[in-house]
């Protein structure tokens, strides 16, 4: 089963369950991929525009909820809390920390990757190896932490 088909089919067993929330959330979502695939018309949409969708919201929610933190707004603070965790659940489950470090050496060695410069290089073959399974901000942190230190890697 797709990614499309499992937002609809999340969809309406969240309409029989009446669960308000989850089925506002999952409304918003499908909303956002149909603007997507609009977009992309006359080629169907893949999996990973689907994907691309997603960590988009995420990363929206993620804003939304450090500002309204700051702001003081604890109920919409939950809103957007719950609205994230359901929008990762449509996500592969993340490489850790110690994966990703890993993954990027081995694209570091494999590149002869040794200076700030090949920064782009490194993240770019990084994100393609990780298919979605690691934060872009998280491997952009790491590769330059490598990319900076003299050896290239620490």
């Not at 999340?10 to 929330?21: H, T």
């Not at 994100?127 to 399974?133: H, K, P, V």
Request: aromatic content about 2%; overall charge positive; cysteine-free.
């Amino acid at each position: 089963m797709g990614l499309k088909e499992k937002i609809l089919e999340d969809l309406k067993s969240a309409m029989k369950a009446q669960e308000v929330e989850k089925l506002s959330a999952i409304r918003f979502l499908q909303a956002a991929v149909k603007n997507r695939e609009i977009e992309l018309r006359p080629q169907p949409i893949s999996d990973a525009e689907i994907m691309n969708v997603i960590k988009k919201l995420i990363k929206q929610r993620q804003d939304s909820i450090e500002q309204f933190s700051q702001a003081g707004r604890e109920d919409l603070v939950n809103k957007e809390k719950f609205e994230l965790a359901l929008l990762q659940s449509y996500l592969p489950a993340q490489l850790t920390q110690e994966q990703l470090v890993n993954v990027i050496e081995n694209v570091i060695q494999d590149l002869k990757a040794s200076s700030i410069k090949q920064m782009g290089q490194v993240i770019k073959e990084t994100q393609n190896r990780t298919q979605g399974t690691a934060d872009s901000r998280q491997i952009s942190e790491i590769v330059k932490s490598k990319l900076s230190s003299p050896s290239g890697i620490q």
